[in-house]
């Protein structure tokens, strides 16, 4: 079977290399296994299952990112709907080399 850990073995130690931190982390990093019903490291699965389970790690990160993102645009809409209605003169602007818009209220002075 081959696994993250036979792999990391072949590609440093057996050339005298140190295995990079952030891999030797990643392979011992436990991960629940529902097909088998318990915790293992991600090293010692089969390379196969853990790149499955990196694929559906993605797809889930993904898709919660795009409910995010719809979630902020509702917001946006409803904030830009207000803005029509808002009895406060105002203007915007935006920054020249970025996205950033900034709105300035126009409160009268009191005299």
Partial sequence: ???LNKILAKTYK??????PIDLKKLADTQHYSNS???CMEYGEM???HFIRCLRKQIKTF???EK?????????YREWEKWLDTCPI???SSR?????????????????
Avoid: L, Y
């Fill in 89 to 91: 003169d105002w203007h």
């Fill in 67 to 75: 409910e995010k993102e719809i979630v902020r645009n509702q917001k």
């Fill in 36 to 38: 088998k019903d318990m």
């Fill in 95 to 111: 920054h020249p080399s970025s996205e950033i818009e900034t709105i300035n209220f126009e409160i009268p002075s009191s005299k």
């Fill in 62 to 64: 993904e898709k919660e």
């Fill in 1 to 3: 079977m081959i696994t």
């Fill in 46 to 48: 089969n390379f196969t």
């Fill in 14 to 19: 057996s050339k005298g290399k140190i295995i």
